[in-house]
């Protein structure tokens, strides 16, 4: 299975473009003047065009974990081939400590049963 990923902020403000009232009532637009924001992981398999999708706070190595442990649980029985960028939250301990335990679990069945 063939996946692509990447990561978007999408920041929690609205360009005005149109606005509706009635005649003789002036509309009133409120606008956050903050800088809220949400991040996103998103993984595209290519074939299929499956999509999964996780939400975070942060764009940290722990959040990248976590979206990877998502990718494996959800496709548990495939071998996968992941492509992403070199963001530096795609490295650390978290990513390095689910990649050993995928090596400690597929060193510990048997290979002509499962592949990873």
């Keep these: ?12 403000q ?6 509706w ?6 509309p009133v637009v409120r606008v956050d003047p903050g ?10 398999d290519v074939r299929s065009g499956r999509e999964l999708v996780t939400r975070v706070q942060e764009l940290n190595a722990a959040s990248s974990a976590a979206h990877l442990q998502l990718l494996l649980h959800s496709f548990p029985d495939r071998p996968l081939l ?15 400590a689910v990649l050993s335990a995928i090596r400690a679990w597929k ?6 049963r499962h592949r990873i």
Aim: charged fraction near 20%; charge should be positive.
């Design 14 to 19: 609205a360009t005005l473009m149109r606005v």
């Design 21 to 26: 009232s009635p005649i003789g009532d002036t």
């Design 35 to 44: 800088r809220a924001k949400v991040g996103f992981y998103g993984t595209l």
């Design 107 to 112: 060193s510990s069945i048997s290979p002509s």
């Design 1 to 12: 299975m063939i996946l692509t990923e990447d990561e978007a902020w999408m920041y929690l």
């Design 82 to 96: 992941l492509f992403w960028d070199r963001a530096p939250w795609h490295r650390g301990s978290p990513i390095r």
